[in-house]
């Protein structure tokens, strides 16, 4: 039997659309074909390369799409490449909402064009995905036809995040493994192990990751006194990752703002217990002193408090962790929830197959 295939348009090289795209493949038995912007977005002069080559986007997803004939379209962020995925003459569109929103950041002179652009996305497409309860929360907010959205994450693999620890019981041994970019906050966590240091607490801390900040963010090590026992691993191979999580019994994660955290996932499938910022985006799976800690954001002092009561309370920790992971388990497992999404594409094919034939037999 022919394959049916899926063009996925979005940046390739994320872990995010890795699991969305081997999922298809894995328990869709779909073809995936790719596009993708080539310009990076790291110089101004880059941002305007590739503002152009996404002005002309179009005429290059449209050669693929007579060439390959895709059987539907699927796009990240509504407001880029999904707004891409709702202009192309593909019948069946399914989009997905990275972000809170999409609209970040919400002081830029294009945010009510991103509105707009969002507007146009999500009228046109068939599917919208919510990878979590905070992206479904926006669109109803703006009106989304909520009968379009399927509300569940994509999951993780459980067979790689296993259900082990084997982090040093005798200290604290955090890990973070957001990229070094300033929305996530890295300094705010130096500092608070700069506190722990001042007060004489033992701790290992292994920052995973890259980014514009690694440079700042060793210098605040060294001011602080702490570059010893800080780790800054740089970016490594998604599949040494689950080693270094199960290496950890604290995952800290600071971000301004969030969707869904595919990383404190795979922290809480690791046994690592979660401290992270009270944001709308992580009171979606943490609640405060019962599965985890929320500390406000930028508060290192909150941090460093937090951070110390974990360690020391271990029977909490330990009880936090546990009913973590059977949460993981239940409802963030990759190979459920992808095998429900790769039928419901399936399903949207069927029903527009059917509907062609049916217009072919009418008279």
């Known amino acids: 039997m022919k394959k049916r295939k899926v ?73 880029s490449y999904g ?50 309860p905070i992206m479904a929360k926006h669109m109803k907010n703006v009106n989304v036809n909520m009968s379009k959205v399927l509300v569940l994450p994509k999951g993780i693999d459980l067979s790689q995040f296993k259900n082990e620890n084997t982090a040093d019981t005798g200290k604290i041994c955090a890990v973070v493994t957001r990229s070094l970019f300033p929305v996530y906050s890295h300094d705010t966590i130096l500092k608070a192990f700069g506190i722990l240091h001042q007060r004489e607490i033992d701790f290992s801390l292994t920052i995973i990751g890259d980014g514009n900040q690694l440079d700042t963010l060793q210098k605040l090590s060294e001011a602080l006194q702490i570059q010893h ?62 599965n985890g800690q929320l500390v406000p954001i930028n508060d290192y002092k909150t941090l460093a408090d937090f951070i110390l009561w974990s360690f020391e309370n271990e029977s909490d920790r330990n009880q936090a962790v546990k009913n973590n992971r059977k949460f993981i388990e239940e409802h963030i497992d990759y190979k459920k929830n992808m095998s429900i999404i790769a039928s419901k594409y399936h399903e949207l094919i069927d029903a527009n197959s059917s509907l062609k034939l049916l217009k072919k037999l009418t008279p």
């Not at 328990?27 to 002005?55: A, D, M, Q, V």
């Not at 002081?107 to 990878?131: C, D, V």
Request: proline share 4%; with cysteine; net charge positive.
């Open 229 to 290: 026992k800080v780790v800054f691993t740089g970016r490594i191979k998604n599949t040494d990752l689950p080693e270094l999580l199960q290496k950890a019994n604290i995952y800290i994660g600071m971000p301004k703002t969030e969707g869904v955290s595919g990383s404190l996932f795979e922290a809480m499938a690791s046994n690592c217990y979660p401290i992270v910022s009270d944001i709308e985006g992580n009171q979606s799976w943490i609640n405060h002193r019962r």
């Open 83 to 132: 707004f891409l995925a709702a202009l192309s003459p593909v019948k069946i569109k399914a989009i997905a909402q990275q972000g809170r929103t999409d609209l970040w950041p919400e002081n830029s002179i294009l945010f009510p064009l991103k509105k707009i652009i969002q507007k146009y996305a999500f009228n046109k497409a068939t599917l919208i995905h919510a990878w979590g």
């Open 7 to 79: 063009l996925f348009l979005g940046e390739t090289y994320r872990a995010d659309a890795i699991t969305w795209m081997k999922g298809l493949e894995d328990f869709g038995g779909f073809e995936i074909i790719t596009w993708e912007l080539k310009n990076p977005s790291n110089s101004r002069w880059n941002r305007f390369k590739r503002l152009l080559e996404y002005l002309t986007a179009l005429i290059q997803i449209n050669k693929i799409i007579r060439s390959e004939q895709p059987d539907m379209v699927i796009a990240e962020r509504t407001t």
